[in-house]
């Protein structure tokens, strides 16, 4: 079975500030990896993915994520944030194969960017 | 455009009846639909997985004689909550996957049993 933590319920922050959010998972198998973006009131929209190759990740909107197997962590980043990057983020992962098809996600980071 | 259309965005039911949610997937066909619920501050939780053709996959816990799910195309799935109740308010998600790794979700469907 497969259990994702985020550490951080809710993570303020100022406009044009730097912000991590932070996820970490547990798997006996190898997963891929993937960081959702939800607005209030609308279903979620991926934001990035890990399948395999590079453990750097980006998003069009200046998002990264780095895999990082030792440590188990799949850390959200953005060097500066917006007021429009106010969201709930899930991080979430899944089997590689065999087993369970279904997406595990945490709980969620609430992301609150203030001017 | 949406991969994934979900309907309707929003409900208010009374105690006592059912509540039909659709879920289509508009690009592509999909012999696997996901349907999860979300409440106020909390992840999402997978409730059932419902295949094509056949009956669905409910998770433990998850009543299937109260959330009844079809889907009878390749591009559309329902979940129907029977005899709701206040306690069933909650806001409910659709996914389609594709491939082997990227799922879609609907907007999602805000429940309120009054």
């Known amino acids: 079975a497969q259990s994702v933590t985020q550490l951080d319920s809710q993570v303020p922050v100022f406009e044009e500030a730097p912000v991590e959010l932070r996820c970490n998972y547990s798997s006996s198998v190898s997963v891929y990896l993937f960081w959702y973006v939800q607005y209030p009131n609308q279903g979620l929209q991926l934001l990035l993915k890990y399948l395999s190759g590079s453990t750097l990740v980006e998003s069009i909107n200046g998002f990264e994520a780095e895999f990082n197997k030792s440590q188990t962590s799949f850390h959200l980043r953005k060097p500066s944030v917006h007021i429009s990057d106010t969201a709930e983020y899930f991080c979430?992962?899944?089997?590689?194969?065999?087993?369970?098809?279904?997406?595990?996600f945490g709980k969620g980071t609430k992301l609150t960017v203030n001017p | 455009g949406a991969v994934v259309s979900q309907h309707p965005s929003w409900v208010i039911c009374k105690s006592g009846t059912s509540v039909k949610i659709e879920c289509r997937s508009l690009d592509f066909q999909a012999t696997t639909m996901f349907w999860y619920r979300q409440f106020p501050k909390q992840s999402l939780m997978l409730m059932a997985t419902?295949?094509?053709?056949?009956?669905?996959?409910?998770e433990q816990g998850v009543e299937k004689d109260k959330f009844l799910i079809n889907h009878a195309s390749l591009t559309l799935s329902t979940l129907t909550v029977t005899s709701a109740h206040p306690e069933d308010s909650s806001f409910y998600i659709c996914s389609v996957r594709r491939g082997n790794t990227e799922a879609f979700f609907g907007q999602g469907t805000r429940l309120t049993v009054v």
């Open positions: 979430a992962v899944r089997p590689l194969q065999g087993g369970s098809e279904k997406l595990v």
């Open positions: 419902s295949n094509e053709g056949s009956k669905a996959t409910y």
